[in-house]
């Protein structure tokens, strides 16, 4: 592996806390990735990817710089990657999965405040992120207070657009979002100095949607029983589709699909006919967070689907290709991202319909709902979650943790007694 360091200093990063950082890594995915057994051979990507993950891509990314291309930096999934790529930006996600970057972040932040804001924001004050390095540009959104306020903290000194997100999907809250999107078009309009024709508008939208049917092959797969692929491997895949080149992402999962489709023939699993299938729903899992899906898949169950932005939410709904103006198109956008069903939104029952939904086609056995600490909005939701599920009959375990393991054999023992009395 080439040594980075001369880029990283470059970057202006912390070396010493970087090492660290990079020192745990290996032995994490060593234990948890790469002990498991019969895994696709198209997973070999992803490895190395993560093998070299403040590397590869973001030497990628200076090269693109130093070609004139600007990089931006996001945090959700209601940010139209469309309007970016098509104004030949590169969009990389920011949210922070590890614990190691929470202290910087508390350092600014309340205690209080969901690990995921917290490592974010550590990660860019820590200077342990060469992705908070490069990116030229942060585009936020009006989502949680948290984030709303980390905003605020991050804007001041990396050039930051917040997206002012409806909160319910009325008409004319979907009105108002593409009223933003078309707001967000000019600031990246301005930023890149590129036009975003209907052309190219055109062409940015088929281009992520062919991501979003790649990926979406791939968890059609998991509906198979035996489970052709782990639900940790799926999970990784989808945390580095945030970061990844679009197209090569969708090359990438379709050559995963295509083996998983010969494993489905070939009845091929990666655990035997008959385990216990799991779907976890909730807050998202930024990457490097594997936490629970170890914990699930090394107390004899399966993972089989996610219910949350790093699975399901990144991929459904295509966006109409077919309005061949800028208006159109815009409003096209506008309709797929408010078809996302956040905790943010008021009402939201449209994620209970989608979780129901997941759990017939991905036939799941149980349902564990995953609640980061401090996120009020999911947590609240959990109670309407949990009472849909038992009146469908299906078992469900609420957790609420964080990025630490501090209490990982503690939840062990209640997901091991969850998976038995399935
Ligand atoms: S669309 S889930 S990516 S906002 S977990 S930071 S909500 S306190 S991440 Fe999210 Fe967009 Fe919604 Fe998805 Fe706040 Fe909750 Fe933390 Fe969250």
Redesign the pocket.
Known sequence: MADRHEMWKELGMDLEAHDTLCSVLPQAFGDIYLSQKNRPEGMAFWDMVVSDIHGIRPAELIEAQKQGRKVFGT????VPDEIIVAADGIVTGL?GGSQFWVPAGEQVLPKSM?S??KASVGARIGRTCPFFRIADMYVG?T??D??KKAYEILGRDVPMHVMDMPQMKRPKDIEKWAGEIKDFKAVVEEFTGNEVTPEKLHAATVLLNKRRKALERVFACRKADPAPISGKDALLMMQIAFFDDPQRCADMANALADELEKRIADGVGVAPAGTKRILLAG??MAIPNWKMHHLVETSGAVVVCEE??TGT?YFEHQVDETPTDTDGQIMALAQRYMK?N???FTPNTGRIDDLLRLCKEYKVDGVIDVN?K??T??DTESRDVQAALKDVGIPSLHIETDYDDHDAEQLRTRIGAFIEML
């Open positions: 945090f959700c999934l209601y949210c969901c995921l804001i959104e989502t949680c948290g984030k807050t998202p949350c932005c939410r996302n956040c905790a943010c980061l401090f996120c909005l999911y």
